[in-house]
């Protein structure tokens, strides 16, 4: 197994890596996982968080009409992102003193108030056997250049992997396993809906980026 490794290697140990697309065979459904719902070529499980009270999410789907390194390219691009994820208040990677660190505020409906998350990512393309198959893996990062904004709760607790592979069919294959706690009191339907709408939601607009990025990336040249 080989894999291209970005400039901010190290954040993520090979097992992470690793752990991120074995799923896509074979989902690891044992230790309490529940089918949550059912939609659109996506299942989402779900486990019980029993410290904080709150739900981690597998999601197993599949986005026909767009190959997988086009997928995984669309995902990275932050720029791009801001025009067409409408949740997006404010996107950007920076440096701080030293640390390439992430911030993205969330828009939350009134009468919440905005989450917002400051985190570290890496992209590992891995050849495994002549699959080719992308990983991407997120986690919440303490940068203290990086204060807290009036009005807007940080998100401190957040982990997130990726994987994508081609389906065969000219579609990508993914696999997502994501955990967050939004802290406040959110209430319970906003928690449901952003699961089992929000999802499947973001996979449209993911499929219909995928389809605009070449008239992007066209025009921001």
Known sequence: MTGGRSSMALLFSD????????????????????????????????LYNKETGLYEYKVFGSL????????????????????????????????????KAIYWEVKYPLPLSNRDYVYVRERRDLDVGGRKICVVLAKSSAVSQCPEKKGVIRVKDYKQSLAMESDGAGGTKVFMNYFDNPGGMIPAWLVNWTAKTGVPAFLTDMKKACSNYSSYCNNSK
């Open 15 to 46: 097992e992470e890596i690793q752990q991120a697309w074995t799923e896509l065979d074979e989902p690891q459904l044992d230790g309490g996982w529940e089918l949550f719902t059912e939609t659109m070529n996506v299942k989402i499980y779900r």
């Open 64 to 99: 026909t009409g767009c190959a997988a390194d086009l997928c995984a390219d669309v995902y990275m691009d932050l720029n791009y992102r801001r025009q067409w994820d409408s949740y997006v208040k404010e996107l950007h990677e920076k440096d701080y003193g030293g640390q």
